[in-house]
DNA sequence: CATTATTACTTGTATATACAAGTGCAAAGA
DNA sequence: TCTTTGCACTTGTATATACAAGTAATAATG
């Protein structure tokens, strides 16, 4: 089953969206115009724009009439964190990950409260834990659950350099379009305590949520530990 | 200053729009083919993809290729606050508000860590501080700051049966467009246990907002002490 | 010098068209 | 009867074109 080349407009969105992300293209700065960008790319402007209209909706640029589309800056993330997020809220090169339970398959009943479908049930999951640090001290404890439906080699991927949805993202087609979350306070269990060296009856910020995609019925999950003595999760709506 | 008429695509979108939130398209249903609304609105495929477009964005509907446009059901929210606890969905009827600081205006330099303007802190800022109960429940502490701009009779509204949101848009034409949200996990202070009647060292959620709006330049603040033993905040995104 | 009009750009809207690709059903064939 | 083929439908992608409308700098005008 050979991977369909991705059209067009979702390769130029892929490239411009690198150039905003690695920084050559930053806040402020005007996009090369839509009539520019179909002479570089030999397309024609609806493609374009459709292109454009993806960053737009991500909330990598706005655009105005008469002047051009403005590069804002990280996307307005994904619910409160953005998930590829972290990354993009911090900084790449203070933000390391730890992996603390290397992917694997395992069965599930359920993901974090939410429901999954029999189908996805009798197919387990692929199960991953990891420990994200910011400038070596340790911020988010996240666990991951993905249906194993489709998703040749994904075990074996590295998550250490790349986020999850990138990888989804480029590999398999899969965009997270929406999604549900819930957000608690409570303390830091036995097991949290140790991994983000606080003591009992520390406040940590707990998030549940269901990621949803572009294909059908595909959702996957994760619940996220939050030390936000030092960092606080920064979010836009 | 007139009023310019709404481009095709997006009347055709809040017809459709309409017809979801009505119910007269339920979820699951399949919206008319686009060829369908192409001859029952005298418009071309584009324009019409244009709309379908701008339901998908906002999560009325998905469309599958070779099936039709599905529809979906209510849109996602803006930013998080809508509460979830083991009742499913709460009812107005339990929720009641009450009053701890009666809207006063006073002068600030910042609010909640965003940056005011120079302007906005010359005019000062009405102040309001609010605890809603769920239940009898104390959930919700907020503190509310709004410039003092072009906002008369605010401070005497009540803000005990309306919410600020509906105040602002039924009586300034006022819209919250998007905003900036910072995250964290505490634990409960003086002020807080007292209000939320619980000890010391429960955790507590806090969020602080920022709320941008159709008004430019014109932003407000919030403050929200959240006491999610029972009830969480969830949201979609 | 200050104001207004022109101009050359930008994005916004809309039409017309073509073919690719996924879905589901019905007709043809074994 | 069951399977396969084909067809008619759906949405997906892409091109080509045209004009409207906002923006900003320049040129013309008072």
């Not at 969206?17 to 700065?29: A, H």
């Not at 996240?142 to 249906?147: R, V």
């Not at 929406?178 to 406040?203: M, S």
């Not at 549940?208 to 939050?226: H, L, P, V």
Request: with cysteine; net charge positive.
């Amino acid at each position: 089953m050979a991977l369909k080349e991705a059209p067009q407009y979702r390769k130029l969105y892929e490239k411009l969206r690198s150039l905003i992300e690695d920084g050559t293209y930053k806040r402020g700065d005007l996009l090369p115009s839509e009539n520019e960008l179909c002479a570089a790319h030999h397309l024609t402007r609806p493609t374009v724009r459709n292109a454009l209209d993806m960053l737009v909706n991500d909330g990598f640029i706005i655009r105005h009439q008469g002047k051009g589309s403005i590069v804002q800056g990280q996307p307005k993330g994904i619910g409160i964190l953005s998930l590829s997020g972290t990354t993009s809220a911090i900084g790449q090169d203070n933000l390391t990950t730890r992996i603390i339970v290397k992917p694997n398959i395992r069965s599930w009943e359920q993901a974090f409260g939410y429901e999954i479908t029999e189908k996805q049930k009798s197919m387990g999951c692929i199960y991953l834990e990891r420990l994200r640090l910011i400038n070596e001290i340790p911020v988010f404890y996240d666990i991951t659950m993905i249906p194993n439906l489709n998703l040749p080699r994904l075990t074996s991927r590295t998550f250490e350099d790349r986020s999850l949805f990138e990888i989804l993202r480029k590999h398999y087609q899969i965009q997270v379009k929406g999604g549900e979350q819930k957000i608690l306070a409570i303390t830091a269990d036995q097991r949290i305590q140790e991994h983000f060296n606080v003591k009992k009856n520390h406040p940590i910020l707990r998030v549940d949520r269901k990621m949803e995609t572009n294909r059908a019925g595909f959702s996957f999950f994760s619940q996220i530990y939050c030390n936000t003595r030092d960092y606080s999760l920064i979010g836009r709506f």
